[in-house]
């Protein structure tokens, strides 16, 4: 079954840690996305990349890091420079933005 | 900038009635597309239903509809026959299309936990 897979589940970072989520899609996408959801907040843009080799900043970019060097992976990178990194953190994918996008089940990451 | 509101953080229904959840958005462009998505406890984002702009009937799928007024900026949930299998959160989303690199991301609001009782 086509879908995206996000992985760990869970993860625990220590405070100074660099820690990567993985974000896998096997849908033929373009384009993807991270979002971080805090509570009462929504869910807000950190990293999109709509093409292979190239991505742009979302509206809080600060402290994370993102690389897509295969169409079907883009892994999201929170560094230690990110001072609240406590959140869950959802990754999308689109091909016709229109029809809205496929989203992962999400990583809860806790700072402990 | 484009900003999406819901000013109902939570609201409750009983199973079988109807219930409505608002949504106004904020933008000077005229072309772009709407969304409800659902989150339900296990967290999974599942996309409800879509409403183009240029399109003035009212998007319907199944129990779900919306009331889309594009002159008030407002986009509106409705829920008929509520289930117990409604109860989730349910984020209004907004998207300008036809910008390329700029554009063509999707502007989430905060979000409205809706109870279905039963």
């Known amino acids: 079954d086509g879908g995206i897979t996000q992985s760990p589940k869970y993860l625990f970072r220590k405070e100074g840690q660099n820690v990567t989520l993985s974000c896998e899609q096997n849908?033929?996408?373009?384009?993807m996305y991270w979002y971080r959801q805090d509570p009462g907040q929504g869910l807000r843009l950190i990293y999109y990349s709509q093409i292979v080799n190239d991505f742009q900043k979302g509206d809080i970019a600060e402290g994370y890091s993102v690389s897509r060097e295969k169409k079907e992976s883009f892994p999201l990178t929170v560094t230690s420079a990110q001072k609240n990194p406590t959140a869950f953190y959802l990754c999308a994918s689109s091909t016709d933005r229109g029809l809205g996008y496929t989203f992962g089940s999400g990583t809860r990451l806790t700072v402990v | 900038a484009q900003t999406v509101t819901q000013s109902q953080p939570e609201m409750s229904v009983q199973e079988a009635e109807t219930v409505t959840l608002s949504c106004t958005y904020d933008?000077?462009?005229?072309?772009?597309?709407l969304f409800w998505y659902k989150q339900p406890p296990s967290r999974q984002m599942i996309l409800v239903i879509r409403q183009e702009a240029y399109k003035q009937q009212n998007a319907t799928e199944n129990r779900f509809s919306v009331n889309f007024q594009k002159a008030a900026k407002s986009f509106s949930l409705k829920i008929s026959d509520s289930q117990l299998g409604d109860t989730a959160m349910y984020f209004c989303?907004?998207?300008?299309f036809g910008r390329g690199n700029q554009g063509e991301k999707l502007i989430f609001g905060q979000g409205t936990e809706l109870s279905v009782k039963p």
């Open positions: 933008t000077s462009e005229n072309n772009y597309y």
């Open positions: 849908l033929n996408h373009d384009a």
């Open positions: 989303a907004f998207m300008l």
